[in-house]
């Protein structure tokens, strides 16, 4: 199995930047795909990035410009670069793993997930 842990989130104001990160271990090959989602209260958990292997990229088009998402294999490590948040950002943010090599959008596709790490953007 694989565990991940994200660390990271704190409160900011709008216009801040974060850096969130995703420490995988448990398994002797990482997942192929890893991707960021987020939940606020009452709402879905939402897709927010997502990285290949080989570092392929895609992103949700609310965060398109804003946030970078990477990884170092060397490390089992994902990031999230977080820059010009606001409000509407806030959420809890989810790690996610999938064994599958395609960056998917949904979150049933991915069957690795940390217990996340709370965003939260004052304005």
């Known amino acids: 199995q694989v565990q991940l842990v994200e660390s990271g989130g704190g409160l900011v104001q709008a216009g801040d930047s974060l850096r969130l990160s995703c420490a995988a271990s448990?398994?002797?090959?990482?997942?192929?795909?890893m991707g960021w989602f987020r939940q606020a209260p009452g709402k879905e958990r939402e897709y927010v990035a997502a990285?290949?292997?080989?570092?392929?990229?895609g992103y949700a088009e609310s965060v398109t410009g804003r946030f970078t998402i990477s990884r170092d294999n060397t490390k089992n490590t994902v990031y999230l670069q977080m820059n010009s948040l606001k409000p509407e950002d806030t959420a809890e943010y989810y790690c996610?793993?999938?064994?599958?090599?395609?960056?998917?959008?949904?979150?049933?596709?991915?069957?690795?997930w940390g217990q996340g790490t709370q965003v939260t953007v004052s304005s």
């Open positions: 996610a793993g999938r064994v599958g090599r395609v960056i998917l959008t949904t979150a049933g596709a991915y069957e690795y």
């Open positions: 990285i290949t292997w080989s570092g392929g990229t």
């Open positions: 448990g398994r002797t090959f990482s997942p192929n795909t």
